[in-house]
């Protein structure tokens, strides 16, 4: 019995037979990866990457190198000697290097069925806009966007030009947080009762965009926080209902003049479910922990590149470690692959839901009152 439950969690963390089950979670099914990864004999999806900094530079290229499925076929930058560096490195042919002035261009450009926008919060609604319009299929980081209603526009152009639209939620594809998904849903130790979720780091310099509230919409919330309360509705797989939060104090007043510093937020979530959130720009942390009826889960790391660790009331939890990034990729072309779309779980719609759940808390936090979210 034992070998068959591992095989069994084995199987699911690969997401297959997860299908059916997850249809009852408000963050719709996980996507099914194959077992085995058979040879693919098709076109490979030709990805675009928008903004040539430290996360398309050190995570997603890397992560497109090793995808069978898709891999790097165009560039779009500003700087020209990153344009040089980038071609050379990945092989890729000048006509598909673009800079922001010719970046609408792209919609000729065959090679190119993907393009994802990897820009300052505040930039990623115009580049999704002008991707969907030059006809291209979008992936954009996250937060989606600095406002509900930049969200929503995103998601109207997308619709409009018949395009798909995916959020980079990562840690939807990674098996550690796949595992505790499907623990929570199949009720392995009984209901949901508290949810405690935290991400901080200790931020450098303080000229970045993500310290000026016009570039990042706000601080460590919509950075790294948007990770807890993406972690709150998966496990649950529910919305919350309310939410009451609290700024923490400002000690370091020459990076925290335009963005809060820290800031704990509490959820209400259906069937008393408390959820307690923390981010933070000056506290290096990271946990999802979950009490359940009869039993917890615990990673640490939760959130960032890994290797995610993670124990629950039975034991150590041993799952393969992936590069986040190529998992994700690779993941989300072989479903658009076999179905021309992407994932529904990354869809803008979920990236909508989180802006307006980010959106209440800093309203809760500036005004003192509990911020009804139905
Ligand atoms: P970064 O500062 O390292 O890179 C930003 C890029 O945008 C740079 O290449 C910069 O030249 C370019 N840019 C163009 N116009 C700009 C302008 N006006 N001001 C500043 N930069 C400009 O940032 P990053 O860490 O790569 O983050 C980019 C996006 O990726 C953000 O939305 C962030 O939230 C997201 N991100 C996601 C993850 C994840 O794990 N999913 C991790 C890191 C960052």
Redesign the pocket.
């Known amino acids: 019995m034992a070998e068959n439950q591992t095989r069994r969690s084995f199987l699911q963390n690969l997401g297959v037979g997860l299908g059916t089950t997850a249809a009852a979670f408000t963050i719709p099914s996980l996507v099914s990866i194959p077992e085995s990864k058979p040879k693919y004999e098709g076109k490979k999806l030709g990805i675009a990457l928008v ?6 530079k050190n995570q997603l290229a890397v992560g497109l190198e090793q995808t069978p499925n898709c891999y790097l076929a165009g560039i779009v930058t ?2 020209p000697a990153k344009a040089e560096e980038w071609m050379k490195k990945y092989n890729i042919p000048k006509k598909n290097v673009y800079n922001y002035q010719t970046f609408d261009q792209i919609a000729d450009n065959k090679d190119i069925d993907i393009v994802y926008v ?4 505040s ?2 609604h115009e580049y999704v806009i002008r991707a969907a319009k030059a006809g291209k299929h979008v992936m954009c ?3 989606m966007a600095n406002s509900v209603k930049d969200c929503q526009e995103m998601i109207k152009a997308c619709k409009d030009a018949g395009v798909q639209l995916g959020i ?1 939620y ?1 840690m939807h594809f990674e098996p550690f947080t796949k595992e505790i998904i499907r623990m929570s849903r199949e009720k392995v130790f009984g209901n949901v009762k508290f949810i405690n979720s935290n991400f901080g780091f200790t931020i450098g310099d303080p000229t970045q ?1 993500r310290l000026k509230k016009a ?1 990042a919409g706000g601080g460590p919330l919509m ?1 790294v926080g948007v990770y807890c309360v993406q972690g709150a509705r998966y496990i649950t797989g529910k919305e919350p209902l309310a939410v009451t939060a609290q700024f923490g104090p400002i000690t370091d007043p020459t990076r925290f003049k335009d963005v809060e510093e820290s800031l704990s937020w509490q959820f209400d979530f259906p069937d008393a479910v408390t959820v307690n959130g923390f981010t933070s720009y000056k506290t290096n942390i990271e946990q999802l922990f979950a009490t359940y009826e009869q039993g917890f889960i615990h990673l640490s790391p939760a959130y960032s590149y890994g290797p995610i660790k993670g124990r629950t009331s039975q034991g150590e939890l041993n799952l393969p470690i992936v590069h986040h990034q190529a998992n994700m990729l690779e993941a989300i072309a072989r479903e658009f692959q076999e179905t021309k779309m992407f994932p529904a779980h990354i869809s803008g719609e979920e990236g909508l839901k989180d802006m307006k759940y980010l959106t209440a808390i800093y309203e809760a936090a500036q005004t003192g009152k509990k911020i009804s979210l139905v």
Do not use: Q
């Not at 990897?118 to 919060?121: A, E, T, Y």
């Open positions: 903004g040539l900094g430290s996360y398309a500003g700087t990897v820009l300052p919060n930039m990623h980081e996250k937060p980079g990562r965009w570039m950075d």
